[in-house]
């Protein structure tokens, strides 16, 4: 029944940050209401069940840590956990904290009105509720707005087409099918060793190719649990401090600083090891261009090695973009899949896709008939999510069109004109460039201070100063620039969507250090926000 209530707050999303704020309002006697596009909680995992998903964050590390008898009690079963798993976690954790019953699921939310005059959000749903709330949370997810890519005939195809990051629930048996994998971004990484092992021939369409490091997973390794688990606290602690909010060694050498036997060496023990963590092997990786060509090189000769067919293996190592400037890949087995007889590879860059046609794809080089076509295409990363719904803030601006040239937030948080409108992870935060539960905890706890620090005051509105928004995305951009991200023509540069501009979305100054700029601005009193009562919210209209 579509309802026409009224909120403290509202959140967008029954995601990873969606759970927990919800259970953070609670906490602080809110009444708070979830909507959820799906038909339960999860987000990315609930979407995301492609063959072969999982975290290429240990699973020790990727989940939260608000709740010790919740991080004690919980077992996981694989180094990296797969997306069922995660997704039984997830469900878990709503069970446990009774969540649901203030989620609306299979609901859209479609707008997002300030009533400046009330100093309150006028939320609508696809469902046709009409609900009002002080405060609007979009816990959205950062890679939650699938695409598919403009290619003539997409929809011409006979037979079934799939995108990675909706994938059908009850799962897809490719036994003795002839299949097309567009993309080869992390999600493919992951689908194509699993479908080549069951269809009767995968041919992959790769327009770049991407650095992938061997993940080493396997079934959780009882010391290794019990170490985490004995000092939970304290191990996390560390994490949050971190870059990317992993513990992980990272070494404070510099590439270019040590023999070419130190620097091998350094490569391989982390290579053996496996995971993101190889981007740790010397300080000054994404910094600089020459050290970086040291890594870049070893997994070039990885590949080289792990692929039989030399002109299949030079076509798979990337040379077109710094390694790490791309979001690094963690794959098992994917360079080897290539040496199978019924995997084949399309290299797109050379003979580009003309059109997809009633029987399968056709490129410069021929057409390949196929029965299946899965979409690893990816997403409109950080700003796509937000932009579907219609958010109109004071004076009625909208959100998308002052977006128009890049997003523009202070500190990720918030965007000035959009009073009591918050992001969880959005951007101009390190979000993506992290272990996503760190950033959404972190996140939310600020938020729920925040509101606290409100609330205490009598006051009802927060929003950011424009000077402090524009200082923010300023500094943003110097720090991003200062790296090698912004070479690539990746999707943290909004380059993934023909017309999105090229702006870094993240923010690349690191986990530890963002956390301590966001507490020391709100023990400054909220620094560069302005906060005001109702009277003060009408009056500024
Ligand atoms: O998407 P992507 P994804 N013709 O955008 C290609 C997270 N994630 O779903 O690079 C031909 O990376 C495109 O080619 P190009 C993670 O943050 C995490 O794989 O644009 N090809 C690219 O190869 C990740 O980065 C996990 O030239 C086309 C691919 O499609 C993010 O999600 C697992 C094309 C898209 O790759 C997104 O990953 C999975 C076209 N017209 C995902 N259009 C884990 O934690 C696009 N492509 C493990």
């Known amino acids: 029944m579509p309802t026409t209530q009224s909120y403290d707050a509202i959140i967008v999303g029954a995601g990873f940050a969606g759970l927990y704020m919800l259970h953070r309002l609670r906490r602080l006697g809110m009444r708070a209401q ?18 072969g998903a999982r975290c290429d964050v240990e699973s020790m ?33 709503a069970d446990r904290l009774d969540l649901r019953r203030d989620i609306q699921f299979d609901t859209r939310v479609t707008s997002a009105h300030f009533d400046a005059k009330r100093a309150l959000w006028q939320v609508a749903t696809d469902r046709g509720d009409r609900v009002t709330a002080r405060f609007c949370v979009m816990a959205t997810g950062c890679l939650s707005a699938a695409r598919l890519p403009e290619i003539p005939g ?47 021939h995968v041919t992959v369409f790769q327009r770049t190719p991407n650095f992938s490091i061997p993940s080493r997973n396997a079934p959780m390794d009882a010391e290794y649990e019990n170490w985490w688990k004995s000092d939970y606290a304290a191990h996390r602690a560390k994490a949050r401090a971190m870059r990317t909010g992993i513990l992980y060694g990272l070494n404070d050498k510099s590439a270019l600083e040590v023999s070419e036997e130190e620097r091998q060496a350094e490569y391989e023990r982390r290579w053996a090891n496996g995971g ?53 890949c963690v794959d098992t087995e994917y360079y080897e899949t290539f040496n199978r007889p019924n995997v084949a590879l399309v290299d797109v860059a050379a003979t580009p896709i003309e059109a997809i046609t009633p029987a399968g794809v ?53 965007s000035a004109g959009f009073p009591n409108l918050f992001m969880i992870t959005g951007p101009g935060s390190p979000s993506v460039l992290s272990n996503m539960i760190v950033s959404i905890e972190q996140h939310v706890d600020w938020l729920t201070d925040c509101i606290a620090h409100l609330r205490a005051r009598g006051l009802d509105t927060i929003e950011p100063t424009q000077e402090a928004e524009d200082g923010w995305v300023a500094h ?8 090698l991200y912004p070479s690539a023509a990746s999707w943290y540069m909004g380059a993934n969507i023909p017309g999105k501009p090229r702006v870094f979305l993240p923010y690349i100054g690191g986990v530890g250090v963002y956390r301590e700029k966001c507490d020391a601005i709100a023990a400054a009193g909220y620094e560069g926000f302005r906060l005001g009562g109702q009277n003060q ?3 500024a209209e």
């Open 34 to 51: 979830v909507y959820e596009a799906g038909s339960d909680v999860g987000g990315t995992w609930y979407w995301n069940r492609y063959p």
């Open 61 to 93: 590390q990727y989940s939260y840590s608000f709740d010790d008898a919740l991080q004690q009690e919980w077992s996981w079963s694989e180094r990296f956990a797969s997306q069922p798993e995660i997704l039984r976690y997830a469900g878990h954790v």
């Open 154 to 200: 997409r929809d011409s195809f006979a037979g079934p087409t799939y995108h990675t990051g909706a994938w059908p629930h009850e799962g897809v048996d490719f036994t003795g099918r002839r299949v097309a994998v567009i993309g080869t971004g992390s999600s493919a990484i992951q689908a194509i060793p699993v479908i080549a092992r069951q269809a009767a």
């Open 276 to 328: 993101t963590a190889f981007m740790g092997a010397f300080s000054d990786l994404i910094t600089n261009r020459q050290a970086n060509d040291t890594a870049a090189e070893f997994v070039r000769n990885k590949i080289r090695g792990m692929v039989r067919d030399p002109k299949v293996a030079e076509i798979l190592a990337p040379k077109s973009h710094p390694i790490g400037t791309k979001r690094i």
């Open 362 to 414: 056709r490129t410069a080089a021929g057409e390949v008939a196929v029965d299946d076509i899965v979409f690893a295409t990816g997403f409109d990363a950080m700003t796509g999510a937000l932009a579907a719904i219609e958010i109109r803030g004071r004076d009625g601006i909208d959100l998308a069109a002052k977006w128009a040239e890049g997003p523009r937030t202070y500190l990720g948080l918030m």
């Open 476 to 483: 943003g951009n110097e720090v991003a620039h200062r790296t």
């Open 537 to 539: 919210a009408a009056a």
